[in-house]
């Protein structure tokens, strides 16, 4: 944050900030409005009715306040997101001025503006050497229709037009539009709407708990990857157009991978000459203590997804950097990609990424997370493996997650496990929201992704917490006879 009185912005939004510190809010009447008019996204609204949604109303740095003046340590950055922290002025104040000079202009009839130009370009350069070039969408999810139209677009043009199938993998998560979903692996998802659409096809994802037993992790993931190759060769290789992955799995529950599982993907992809896609929408922008995290596991991806970390959830924007290979075809080859949004390449949403990234260079932020606060980060985290709850706690970067288990074993896959109906991951994460910590719970894993400011102090004081709240959940499932120990 700036404590520099003349700093940009300065004077815009310290007052509105000030302003919603002193604010009351009328919660009751808030919650009343929200369930009464608002749908929301993942949400079992007859459920939430009756408990009332919290409403948060202001944050700073890595903190939230919500409308009863409570303090939350955000260890999610919102939706994975607001990786630069709450409340950078020098950000509201780019967005303002681009409001100001011009608000909207489209990039379809022979027209560009400037900030998309900059980011583009800006983009080009923190990316790896291959990618010159981005096609700007909204969200993630458009992000991955266009790489599915795009792949298809390629293979047609090199005269190949059967290979359609896009490979990717159970619990995956790639954005909820009709491609979105279906490229993704949630089973939930694809029973609502008669999901995936054809030609998505998925493998198993490289969980080394859930399918390691009797490995190493090493050996478990050169097997996991060669699940693509059987499934390449059960589609027929003629057929296939590309995979996809997520470099670190996040909504599936950070799923880190073994080492040796995204070189053999690799591997097997220039094997058959398919597309590699990269969805980077959470790993890339610092997360994973690089630019994008392909660079971490020794990933060429053809084509990768952005967006959240590219403005901080600031304003939307997402998009699709594309590699030379492609590039290459669509743009010598291809004449009118027939595919775009009004808001490609909004310049309101690229001043905010400009600026967003700006931060994240001049403060150094990939680099605290490769050598300093992401090292120590792990390092505290592991720790809360001598939780009698914990069966298992892994980072990569700043994403982590822990295991809540029944009983430990002296081997992972021994530990006994509790009854999924019993939803012990749901328990944690109330206790954690309940004691200003926020922590997501995927079935009995419970996740973070705290912002990339986030200080050594801070990671003390948020772990300290996660182990408070760990203790209040093993006391409640003891009180509920779920527990003997
Ligand atoms: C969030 C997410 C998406 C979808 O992005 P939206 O902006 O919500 O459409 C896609 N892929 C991954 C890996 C995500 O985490």
């Known amino acids: 944050m700036s404590t520099n009185p003349n700093a940009p912005g300065t004077v815009l939004a310290a007052p509105a900030r000030a302003a919603a510190r002193a604010e009351k809010f009328d919660t009751a009447a808030i919650q009343r409005q929200d369930t009464a008019h608002y749908m929301h996204p993942f949400t079992d609204h007859q459920a939430l009715g009756g408990k009332g949604v919290r409403v948060m109303v202001r944050g700073e740095g890595i903190y939230l306040w919500d409308s009863e003046g409570n303090k939350v340590l955000d260890g999610m950055s919102g939706l994975w997101c607001v990786n630069v922290g709450y409340g950078r ?14 608000p909207f202009y489209n990039s379809f009839f022979n027209t560009t503006n400037l900030p998309a130009v900059q980011l583009a370009a800006k983009l080009a350069e923190i990316s790896p050497p291959r990618f010159q070039h981005v096609f ?25 037009p059967a ?17 979105g979903a279906s490229l993704g692996g949630m089973d939930g998802m694809h029973a609502q709407g008669g999901l995936p659409i054809p030609d998505i096809v998925h ?49 599936g529950g950070v799923i ?19 597309l590699l896609i990269a969805d980077e929408v959470i790993c ?21 997804t952005f967006a959240k970390g590219v403005t901080s959830g ?53 680099d605290r997370v490769a050598n300093d606060t992401g090292p120590y980060l792990e390092r505290r985290f592991a720790e809360l493996a001598d939780h009698p709850l914990v069966g298992y706690a892994d980072s990569c970067g700043f994403v982590a997650g822990l295991n809540l288990v029944k009983a430990k074993a002296a081997a992972v896959h021994d530990h006994e496990l509790f009854d999924p109906a019993l939803e012990v991951g749901m328990v944690c994460r109330g206790h954690m929201f309940g004691n200003g910590m926020i922590m997501r719970a995927v079935g009995d894993r419970m996740i973070i992704a705290p912002p990339l400011v986030m200080t050594r102090a801070q990671i003390d004081e948020m772990v300290a917490l996660i182990r408070h709240c760990l203790d209040l959940t093993h006391a409640d499932i003891k009180r509920r006879g779920w527990v003997g120990n």
């Open 284 to 304: 890339g922008f610092g997360r994973t203590g690089r630019w994008f995290a392909s660079e971490l596991f020794g990933m060429r991806p053809d084509l990768i």
């Open 203 to 251: 493998i198993g994802q490289p969980s080394y708990l859930e399918s390691g037993r009797g490995m190493t992790p090493d050996e478990f993931g050169v097997a996991a990857a060669g699940w693509l190759e059987q499934k390449i060769l059960e589609v027929g290789a003629d057929k296939v157009a590309a995979f996809i992955g997520e470099p670190v799995q996040g909504a």
């Open 314 to 366: 600031y304003v939307p924007l997402g998009g699709v950097l594309v590699g030379d290979r492609v590039a290459r075809v669509l743009i010598e080859q291809g004449g009118e990609f027939n595919h775009g949004f009004t808001y490609s390449g909004h310049p309101v949403a690229c001043a905010a990424a400009l600026e967003n990234i700006r931060i994240i260079e001049s403060e150094g932020l990939v």
């Open 136 to 160: 700007f969408t909204g969200s993630g999810s458009e992000g991955n229709d266009t790489n599915v139209r795009m792949v298809r677009r390629y293979w047609d043009l090199l005269g190949q």
């Open 163 to 179: 290979r359609k199938v896009i490979i990717s993998r159970h619990n995956a998560y790639h954005g909820s539009t009709m491609a």
């Open 89 to 102: 002025t020098s950000i509201s104040q780019a967005v303002y001025k681009q409001m100001e000079t011009l």
């Open 256 to 274: 880190i991978p073994p080492a040796t599982y995204w070189p053999e993907i690799q591997r097997i992809c220039d094997k058959y000459g398919i």
